[in-house]
């Protein structure tokens, strides 16, 4: 069925929604496959096809998704982690090398993803994660119980920066993932992205305002020498460039993902 509608790893996502609907692993499926279905466990995976052809990806069905080898629960608040976001990991971790208990920041953690993920990998660091949405920071911090990551990050309700106390230390580097997509991209009616949280894939605006002020933010809570990283649209980078140098960074560099 999946096949015939044209949907990419049709079987693996058959195989995924069935272990969750019959609650069994892929061997026990397969030594069971001669085995009658209970009614409740086919009803489940009736309503778990009809998401999936109706466009629902996987992951939000499960509500579940691995990341950066680690995996994290979701809910209708917070985003799916991408792939491509891995990089933002990877290049935090690159810059962190060398630096002891290093202090770092994660501005619009959603499921957490970004700040668990670097907390995983380095013990040693002082985390702390914001985000505006109390239901995004209850699943990251259910997210960091499961991964015994608790008592490795700091998470506070907050618009960005505005909850930081004034005296706060600064930030060996400072990560993001921030909406950023333009409010009237025809994407956000598209594919995936109508099953994400709207507010979490747009500013409503022109694309830039949440990186306007992340950026303008920056430099007064980095120590120096240190790193300013976020993630924006495929035709954003000039102009994140040119945020970043009016805002007095230096060494500013765009990476594709």
């Given at each position: 069925?999946?096949?015939?509608?044209?949907?990419?790893?049709?079987?693996?996502?058959?195989?995924?929604?069935?272990?969750?609907?019959?609650?069994l692993q892929r061997i026990?499926?397969?030594?069971?496959?001669?085995?009658?279905?209970?009614?409740?466990?086919?009803?489940?995976?009736?309503?778990?096809?009809?998401?999936?052809?109706?466009?629902?990806?996987?992951?939000?069905?499960?509500?579940?998704?691995?990341?950066?080898?680690?995996?994290?629960?979701?809910?209708?608040?917070?985003?799916?982690?991408?792939?491509?976001?891995?990089?933002?990991?990877?290049?935090?971790?690159?810059?962190?090398?060398?630096?002891?208990?290093?202090?770092?920041?994660?501005?619009?953690?959603?499921?957490?993803?970004?700040?668990?993920?670097?907390?995983?990998?380095?013990?040693?660091?002082?985390?702390?994660?914001?985000?505006?949405?109390?239901?995004?920071?209850?699943?990251?911090?259910?997210?960091?119980?499961?991964?015994?990551?608790?008592?490795?990050?700091?998470?506070?309700?907050?618009?960005?920066?505005?909850?930081?106390?004034?005296?706060?230390?600064?930030?060996?580097?400072?990560?993001?993932?921030?909406?950023?997509?333009?409010?009237?991209?025809?994407?956000?009616?598209?594919?995936?992205?109508?099953?994400?949280?709207?507010?979490?894939?747009?500013?409503?605006?022109?694309?830039?305002?949440?990186?306007?002020?992340?950026?303008?933010?920056?430099?007064?809570?980095?120590?120096?020498?240190?790193?300013?990283?976020?993630?924006?649209?495929?035709h954003q980078a000039a102009?994140?460039?040119a945020l970043c140098r009016?805002?007095?960074?230096?060494?500013?560099?765009?990476?594709?993902?």
């Amino acid at each position: 069925l999946f096949r015939r509608a044209g949907i990419e790893a049709a079987e693996l996502d058959a195989r995924l929604l069935a272990e969750r609907a019959f609650g069994l692993q892929r061997i026990e499926l397969i030594n069971r496959e001669r085995v009658e279905a209970e009614a409740d466990a086919l009803t489940a995976l009736q309503a778990m096809a009809e998401r999936r052809l109706r466009g629902e990806p996987v992951s939000r069905i499960l509500g579940e998704r691995d990341f950066f080898g680690l995996s994290f629960s979701l809910n209708e608040d917070t985003l799916v982690p991408r792939p491509e976001t891995e990089l933002l990991v990877e290049l935090a971790l690159a810059r962190l090398e060398g630096r002891p208990e290093p202090r770092v920041l994660d501005l619009g953690t959603g499921s957490g993803a970004i700040a668990l993920a670097i907390a995983h990998c380095r013990p040693d660091a002082h985390v702390t994660a914001l985000d505006r949405s109390a239901d995004a920071l209850d699943v990251a911090r259910e997210n960091a119980r499961q991964l015994g990551l608790a008592a490795s990050v700091t998470f506070l309700a907050s618009d960005w920066y505005a909850a930081l106390p004034g005296n706060a230390a600064p930030f060996d580097i400072i990560v993001s993932n921030p909406p950023y997509i333009v409010s009237d991209d025809a994407h956000l009616s598209q594919g995936d992205l109508r099953f994400e949280p709207v507010d979490a894939l747009t500013d409503h605006a022109d694309g830039l305002a949440a990186l306007r002020t992340i950026v303008a933010g920056a430099p007064s809570r980095l120590l120096p020498n240190s790193w300013l990283l976020c993630e924006h649209g495929y035709h954003q980078a000039a102009d994140v460039r040119a945020l970043c140098r009016a805002a007095g960074l230096a060494d500013v560099t765009s990476e594709r993902d």
